[in-house]
């Protein structure tokens, strides 16, 4: 398209300020940049039709709210021409940036200009000729300046400090102390009553409806200081019975971004949260934390539910291994029956996917006790706990090795695909291939790499539920799990003792221990519980 004169040009400014631009934020002002831009407008007698703003948007993302808007005003060819101050106001992505100078302004017959940098596609500067150079300047600019941003909050994250805006329920800001908490007297009485309940065998449900019956503010309520009582759910009092915070411990890190262009944040591993300890006064007793800790493990399928049961969330089918439910049984007519007897059976057999099991829940725990009462009392020779466990801990060393070796050869592929990357956008830049080749591969390297960096958390996720194992085992006295459970049978030297029980269609019951090789021992009492001869 040809222009007679400068009135064909129907000009849009764009201005964009972010925490990026660090120490240049007064230069790089929002009034800064639309004064250069009006006065170059004035001395081009060019004829202004809007203005395109996006305050505190990082230059690495297109996904901004002003520059949405330019480019809907450009499909309804409103503006023709486009003006920012330089080049990393548009952008400092190198690869969208390019794409939109190079492919996208062209082919709606777009003018750019970016006036400090001395860009103009409507003219053939010779500046024109470096701007994908300036493009990558600006993608390492803004690439360092996330990189020291990330240091320093990494700084304030190991020294303990708190940065997370709102502070967590039961605690309040220290108002002479910055990134400090100290205890809300108004709600940290709520959260050890939540520690208390729990511990007492109350389910999540049942703490929930307690809450909700007494109409105690909710923590988004709180937070938000509503006059409305706002109600708790699950996941709140699940969030809250998991959180280190309560034990005086801040834990951060637990998720960052998935690289400084992305939005998207992702979970990081747990051998990588930055977790110190004694940053603040707790609210909950260690001891406690940590009991509450090895229930809800054993017992993740179970939050939901109204009636605690003691082995509910360690029962399995053999057959299709779904986790089996305990509920109250009804009677033929699907109505509940006064004082219900409580049932386990497989979800599947409902469907007609599994053979059907229909276990007495009361006999079944009572026999289950009485076999582990006999069991476990074989467990008084030191020096075989010992020898067994030996083997236990070394299989799973074998299994880290294994998998740290995955871990490697996938940062070995994920560092090639960046190379890969970076050689071809070059290849673009001297026309080796075109436009078209060139982002359809970028899509399919990125792709794969996001699938990569997902692979390589969750090998991670399982190296750490290893370690984790192992150090609670070797950590715990065994001798004293056992002699609690024979001494009170409760419900935590329980859930340390069995990793799942599974019942096959035959009502056969197979306990399986979380000592691993400790299960061989099992053919003193027998390997498996018949349930028929309990009934009979």
């Avoid at 605690?171 to 205890?183: A, E, G, S, T």
């Avoid at 007297?185 to 109350?202: A, P, R």
């Avoid at 699940?238 to 834990?251: A, F, P, R």
């Avoid at 399995?316 to 109250?328: D, F, I, P, R, W």
């Amino acid at each position: 398209m040809l222009f007679s004169n400068n009135y064909n040009f129907k000009v849009a400014i764009y201005i964009r300020l972010s925490r990026e631009d660090g120490d240049k934020q007064e230069s790089e002002s929002i009034k800064n940049q639309r004064d250069i831009i009006m006065r170059y407008i004035k001395e081009n007698n060019l004829q202004f039709v809007d203005e395109y703003v996006d305050d505190g948007i990082s230059g690495t993302t297109f996904d901004r709210a002003g520059f949405k808007r330019l480019i809907n005003d450009i499909e309804n060819k409103r503006i023709n021409m486009v003006i920012t101050k330089d080049l990393s106001r548009l952008g400092r992505e190198y690869i969208q940036t390019g794409q939109y100078i190079e492919k996208y302004f062209p082919e709606h017959n777009i003018r750019y200009v970016a006036i400090n940098d001395g860009i103009d596609t409507f003219s053939n500067s010779s500046c024109n000729d470096i701007t994908p150079f300036k493009a990558i300047l600006n993608d390492m600019y803004a690439k360092d300046i996330s990189k020291k941003i990330k240091s320093v909050i990494k700084e304030k994250q190991i020294k303990g400090e708190y940065i997370c805006s709102v502070p967590p329920y039961g605690y309040k800001k220290d108002p002479c102390r910055k990134n400090h908490l100290i205890i809300d007297e108004n709600t940290s009485y709520i959260i050890e009553n939540i520690f208390d309940m729990y511990l007492e065998g109350k389910s999540i449900y049942y703490i929930r409806d307690f809450l909700n019956n007494k109409m105690i503010q909710s923590p988004s309520g709180y937070a938000q200081k509503s006059s409305d009582i706002k109600k708790w759910n699950g996941v709140t009092i699940l969030n809250i019975l998991s959180n280190k915070v309560y034990i005086g411990v801040t834990e951060s890190n637990k998720k960052i971004s998935l690289s400084y262009k992305s939005k998207k944040r992702i979970k990081v591993p747990k051998e990588e949260h930055i977790i110190t300890a004694n940053t603040h006064q707790p609210i909950i007793s260690k001891e406690n934390f940590e009991k509450v800790q090895f229930l809800l493990n054993k017992k993740s399928i179970t939050k939901k539910n109204k009636h605690e049961y003691l082995f509910r969330g360690l029962i399995k089918c053999k057959t299709c291994h779904s986790n089996l439910e305990v509920g109250a049984k009804l009677s033929a007519r699907g109505k509940k029956i006064k004082n219900p007897i409580p049932y386990i059976t497989c979800r599947n057999s409902k469907k007609g996917m599994c053979p059907a099991q229909h276990l007495n829940y009361n006999k079944f725990e009572r026999e289950i006790l009485r076999y582990l009462q006999e069991f476990l009392r074989l467990y008084t020779d030191e020096k075989r706990l010992a020898s067994v466990y030996k083997e236990y801990k070394n299989k799973k060393n074998v299994n880290i090795v294994k998998y740290e070796k995955e871990i490697q050869e996938i940062d070995s592929k994920i560092q090639k695909m960046s190379s890969q990357i970076d050689a071809v956008y070059f290849d673009k830049l001297n026309q080796v291939i075109s436009e078209e080749d060139y982002f359809r591969y970028v899509n399919k390297i990125v792709a794969e790499k996001d699938n990569l960096i997902t692979k390589r958390n969750e090998i991670r996720n399982k190296i750490n539920s290893i370690k984790e194992k192992q150090t609670r085992t070797s950590d715990v006295d065994i001798k004293k799990i056992i002699e609690e459970f024979l001494s009170t049978s409760s419900k935590e030297s329980i859930y340390r003792l069995i990793d799942y029980i599974e019942i096959d269609e035959d009502k056969n019951i197979y306990i399986h221990f979380a000592f691993g090789k400790l299960n061989n021992i099992k053919e003193y009492v027998g390997e498996y519980i018949d349930f028929e001869k309990i009934l009979n």
